[in-house]
């Protein structure tokens, strides 16, 4: 195992791993082996190899960067992405809301067309009744800069204003920063959803947003959990039973009911049928979805499965 920039405290090595973590916003296992490749082959005056550097060595310079940061109210923190399981690192804001700070980086009206594209993810169409995508089309994400900003005042009226309102132009260069900054990612269908690196920073944020009482007093819960990670599900399955609340990320469906030993929900008993999902594939399953790209010229995937949103 190696020992690259373990126990030496905070060196020139740690300062440049940090400053080279802030100028990416995200790194993963393997795409922070060259970094400190290179960083120790400097430091150790000989060549490195990417396959010497290990996962105890990315934790002992994100272990230093922290204490560094800690002060500053930022720390590196990790989650498994849902769909490759492959651990990422981004650095989170501890106490601001998340929101604000986008201010030193972005315009007012920038930020309120983050806003808005937020509200269409999770309290949108593609979030409501039997579906839940929480992920916008590239059309409907560039439509969301179109919509006026409804407010609501003091005394419950509704106004609505022209502020983060984006051309298509500006809409469609904000979503590619938005994704360039590992805020957003972007299917190969085009879909856009919310990255590891968001979730994480945003996680407290979106459960209080989201997460409320509609006007007869029941509780709403667009922003749900993984059942057996019980870390924010955006992409997955959930049960065949839609009321019940068991959700479970595609990574973690195969050991969760390999332990379990059966294939039944763990809340409800229902079986589980693999065929009622969270994210991108309650659109792209849907007939509706299929016969608009049957339509518009694509060709449907052998395996496209039968419309589940009112099974």
Request: hydrophobic share 30%; net charge neutral.
């Amino acid at each position: 195992m190696a020992s690259f920039g373990i126990d030496r405290g905070y060196t020139d090595a740690n300062r440049a791993f940090l400053q080279a973590f802030l100028s990416r916003n995200v790194l993963t296992l393997e795409t922070a082996k060259p970094i400190i490749a290179a960083i120790s082959s400097f430091q150790d005056g000989r060549e490195v190899q990417l396959q010497d550097v290990t996962v105890e060595d990315l934790n002992s310079y994100i272990s230093e960067a922290n204490r560094k940061l800690s002060p500053l109210d930022l720390e590196i923190r990790s989650t498994f992405h849902q769909q490759t399981r492959e651990r990422v690192y981004a650095l989170v804001n501890t106490t601001s809301d998340p929101l604000t700070q986008l201010a030193t980086t972005y315009t007012a009206d920038e930020i309120v067309y983050v806003k808005k594209l937020l509200d269409a993810m999770f309290n949108g169409q593609n979030n409501k009744g039997k579906r839940e995508a929480m992920c916008l089309s590239a059309i409907d994400a560039i439509q969301v800069g179109r919509a006026q900003n409804r407010r609501e005042t003091q005394n419950g009226n509704t106004t609505q204003s022209s502020t983060g309102m984006l051309g298509a132009r500006d809409a469609e260069s904000m979503l590619n920063r938005l994704v360039d900054e590992g805020w957003l990612e972007k299917s190969r269908l085009g879909f856009y959803s919310l990255s590891p690196r968001a979730l994480m920073e945003l996680k407290g944020w979106l459960v209080d947003t989201y997460n409320d009482e509609d006007e007869d007093g029941q509780k709403r819960e667009k922003i749900k959990f993984c059942h057996a990670c019980r870390e924010i599900i955006t992409v997955g399955q959930r049960c065949p039973k839609h009321e019940c609340p068991c959700r479970l990320h595609n990574i973690c469906i195969q050991n969760f009911f390999r332990m379990q030993r059966s294939q039944n929900c763990p809340i409800c008993n229902n079986e589980w049928d693999g065929r009622h999902y969270v994210g991108e594939k309650a659109i792209t399953t849907s007939e509706s979805y299929q016969t608009g790209r049957r339509r518009s010229g694509h060709r449907p995937r052998a395996d496209i499965e039968t419309d589940i949103d009112n099974t």
